[in-house]
């Protein structure tokens, strides 16, 4: 057995497998599907002060290489996520990192600030780059903007990394990775969903109720191990910053490809919709592939694409 363990931000993960925000439920749902000891850690879905519908229907639908959601942060609001979900956290078997949205910086403020102080939540993540509400994006396209945020929140998140979720719906996402690590990010996302938009062809009107949503899964995989890689070799490992690579990851391949782009954990969350117990091949299959290597430690692999 290899050791696939790593350390996110001070935050050990018994392997790198995340599941990503918005995927997999509030806290444990996913728990009849598979033992949750065998993944590194779940991310809640994005959380914000006010509970809120989201989008009407449709707002999930299928691309042929993956998929377009506009759910638009669907979700309790942080009191009755506390009051009424978390508790479903006490005694998790791996790690919860919680996942913060807003409209504002004081929106952001009092979610992030209520996650700091929750026992159960071992990580604050930030989502500035959700493509799917009408402002999601208002923090997560200029660094200036993200600066201005993170000046708010760091202070308040004394107790917990802070993560930043990255868009890669921009030009530059290696300048946004140095903004939010420049105010104070301990770990990077990379990254959320691609903005994207789907026609019928009879009708002639927008498959999504909201015309445009965000794209995931399979097709976008090759684009994120880029970005990764750009992030990493730009920022991250200079500055000691791991990044969650996140983007279409099906099989142990895929993770192993994020590994070497630079990330020291994967998340998961289009496969999971295909087969919710997919996590559990990919820890395996990276468990051999690290042997196979002639490696003790996942960690060893870490950004070791050869140029
Ligand atoms: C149905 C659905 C809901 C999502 N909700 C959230 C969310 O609440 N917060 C967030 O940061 N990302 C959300 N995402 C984005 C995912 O966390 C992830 O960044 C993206 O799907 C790319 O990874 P994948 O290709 O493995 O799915 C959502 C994605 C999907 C498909």
Same mark, same amino acid.
């Given at each position: 057995?290899?050791?696939?363990?790593?350390?996110?931000? %001070?935050?050990?993960?018994?392997?790198?497998?995340?599941?990503?925000?918005?995927? #997999?439920?509030?806290v444990?749902?996913?728990?009849?599907?598979?033992?949750? %000891?065998? @993944?590194?850690?779940?991310?809640?879905k994005?959380? +914000?002060?006010?509970?809120? /519908?989201?989008?009407?229907?449709?707002?999930?639908i299928?691309?042929?290489? *993956?998929?377009?959601?506009?759910?638009?942060?669907?979700?309790? %609001?942080?009191?009755?996520?506390?009051?009424?979900?978390?508790?479903?956290?006490?005694?998790?078997? #791996?790690?919860?990192? *919680?996942?913060?949205?807003? !409209?504002?910086?004081?929106?952001?403020?009092?979610?992030?600030?209520?996650?700091?102080?929750?026992? /159960?939540?071992a990580?604050?993540?930030?989502?500035?780059?959700?493509?799917?509400?009408?402002?999601?994006?208002?923090?997560?396209? !200029?660094?200036?903007?993200?600066?201005a945020l993170?000046?708010?929140?760091?202070?308040?998140?004394?107790?917990?990394?802070?993560? &930043?979720?990255?868009?890669?719906?921009?030009?530059?996402? &290696?300048?946004?990775?140095?903004?939010?690590?420049?105010?104070?990010?301990?770990?990077?996302v990379?990254?959320?969903?691609?903005?994207?938009?789907?026609?019928?062809? /009879?009708?002639?009107g927008?498959?999504?109720?909201?015309?445009?949503?965000?794209?995931?899964?399979?097709?976008? !995989?090759?684009?994120?191990v880029?970005? &990764? !890689?750009?992030?990493?070799?730009?920022?991250?490992?200079?500055?000691?910053?791991?990044?969650i %690579?996140?983007?279409?990851?099906?099989?142990?391949r895929?993770?192993? /490809?994020? @590994?070497?782009?630079?990330? +020291?954990?994967?998340?998961?969350?289009?496969?999971?919709? @295909?087969?919710?117990?997919?996590?559990?091949?990919?820890?395996?299959?990276?468990?051999?592939? &690290?042997?196979?290597?002639? #490696?003790? #430690?996942?960690?060893?692999?870490?950004?070791?694409?050869?140029?």
């Open positions: 057995m290899s050791e696939l363990s790593v350390n996110l931000a %001070g935050v050990t993960l018994a392997n790198p497998i995340v599941l990503a925000a918005g995927t #997999c439920g509030y444990n749902e996913i728990a009849d599907a598979f033992a949750l %000891g065998r @993944i590194g850690a779940i991310t809640t994005s959380i +914000t002060k006010e509970s809120r /519908e989201g989008n009407p229907p449709w707002r999930i299928d691309s042929p290489a *993956g998929m377009l959601n506009a759910i638009g942060l669907a979700n309790v %609001g942080v009191d009755r996520f506390i009051a009424e979900k978390l508790p479903a956290a006490r005694g998790l078997p #791996c790690k919860l990192i *919680g996942s913060v949205a807003g !409209h504002s910086i004081d929106q952001y403020l009092s979610v992030a600030a209520a996650f700091d102080r929750a026992a /159960e939540i990580a604050v993540e930030l989502n500035v780059s959700c493509p799917n509400t009408s402002d999601g994006l208002q923090f997560g396209e !200029h660094p200036q903007a993200l600066r993170l000046a708010e929140i760091k202070p308040a998140v004394r107790a917990k990394p802070l993560l &930043v979720k990255l868009s890669p719906n921009v030009g530059d996402i &290696v300048a946004m990775a140095r903004a939010a690590v420049d105010g104070g990010a301990q770990a990077l990379v990254a959320n969903t691609f903005s994207a938009m789907a026609i019928d062809v /009879e009708s002639r927008f498959r999504l109720s909201r015309g445009r949503g965000g794209l995931s899964g399979p097709g976008i !995989h090759p684009i994120v880029r970005m &990764v !890689h750009d992030v990493w070799r730009g920022v991250a490992r200079d500055a000691g910053v791991p990044i %690579g996140l983007g279409g990851v099906c099989n142990w895929d993770a192993a /490809e994020f @590994i070497l782009a630079g990330a +020291t954990a994967v998340g998961m969350g289009t496969a999971l919709f @295909i087969d919710p117990r997919a996590p559990l091949r990919v820890v395996d299959g990276l468990d051999a592939w &690290v042997a196979r290597q002639g #490696c003790r #430690c996942i960690t060893e692999l870490i950004g070791a694409a050869k140029a």
